[in-house]
């Protein structure tokens, strides 16, 4: 891969800890939420980071997708859900993600294979297919 673009960032002290960009953009706290047995709050975590990453990113899949086909993807939103939870078949955890897509001004078969195309192109589908579930929920018209 001839990589375009590179971020990095350095954590500390683990769900509990820190992150912080080499360009310092990025810096703040984290916590593991309640429902996890942490003390929650009003700090972030790994998988809210990892949502808010993945729906900004097929989003503008759905956008160059949209663009590529001539579609209408005005007033269209990505909202990502990333669960956590015991993995089924061995030890540790594992993730899952649902993505929200929702298209407005589409018909919905026109949305649906939008989002379909979509999914093909968007590197954090790429990273994620055949690893985690991916459930994509779309609305159009």
């Given amino acids: 891969m001839n990589a375009l ?19 310092g953009v990025v810096s ?18 790994p998988e809210q ?8 990113c ?6 160059f997708v949209a663009g590529q086909q001539k579609l209408d993807a005005s007033g269209s939103t990505v909202t990502g859900h990333v669960s956590i939870g015991q993995n089924d ?8 993600v649902a993505l929200d ?3 407005p001004n589409l018909a919905q078969d026109q949305a649906e294979q939008l ?3 979509a999914h093909q192109v968007c590197p954090y589908s790429n990273a994620t297919r055949g690893n985690i579930d991916v459930d994509l929920k779309v609305t159009g018209q």
């Fill in 115 to 117: 989002v379909h195309d």
């Fill in 101 to 103: 897509v929702t298209l």
């Fill in 58 to 63: 097929f989003h503008s899949a759905v956008q």
């Fill in 5 to 23: 673009y590179t971020a990095t960032a350095t954590a500390s002290g683990g769900r509990n800890g820190h992150v912080e960009s080499d360009d």
């Fill in 49 to 56: 980071l990892f949502a808010a990453g993945y729906s900004a």
């Fill in 89 to 96: 078949s061995g030890p540790g955890f594992k993730l899952a």
């Fill in 28 to 45: 703040f706290d984290l916590a593991i939420p309640k429902s996890m047995g942490g003390p929650g709050g009003e700090k972030s975590n």
